[in-house]
């Protein structure tokens, strides 16, 4: 069963920046596409950025051009680094693999304050 571990939240001025990181155990990581999932209160869980096995990236487009997603392999570990961020970035965000499994991390929180 597919274990997930988020960190790297926290909270920061509009503008600023933060590194997610995702620990990934029991799976083959190296062949399995992965995203950056995020839940802000009173929303739906939605998807911000995946990268596939072969490295193609794809982001929703409220986070292109400042959200960058990028995977070790030998760490099995996914990252998410976060430039420019703005108050409606403010969510819990988590990563699984794409299209997403039943299971989730604890998830990290990114609090944005304007």
């Known amino acids: 069963q597919v274990h997930l571990v988020e960190s790297g939240g926290g909270l920061v001025q509009a503008g600023g920046s933060l590194r997610l990181s995702c620990a990934v155990s029991?799976?083959?990581?190296?062949?399995?596409?992965m995203g950056w999932y995020r839940q802000a209160p009173g929303k739906q869980r939605e998807l911000v950025a995946d990268?596939?096995?072969?490295?193609?990236?794809t982001y929703a487009d409220s986070v292109k051009g400042r959200f960058t997603i990028s995977r070790d392999n030998a760490k099995n570990t996914v990252y998410l680094q976060m430039n420019s961020l703005r108050p409606e970035d403010t969510a819990a965000y988590y990563c699984n693999l794409v299209p997403h499994t039943g299971n989730w991390g604890q998830g990290t929180q990114v609090t944005v304050s304007s």
């Open positions: 029991g799976i083959w990581f190296s062949i399995t596409d």
């Open positions: 990268i596939t096995r072969g490295l193609s990236t």
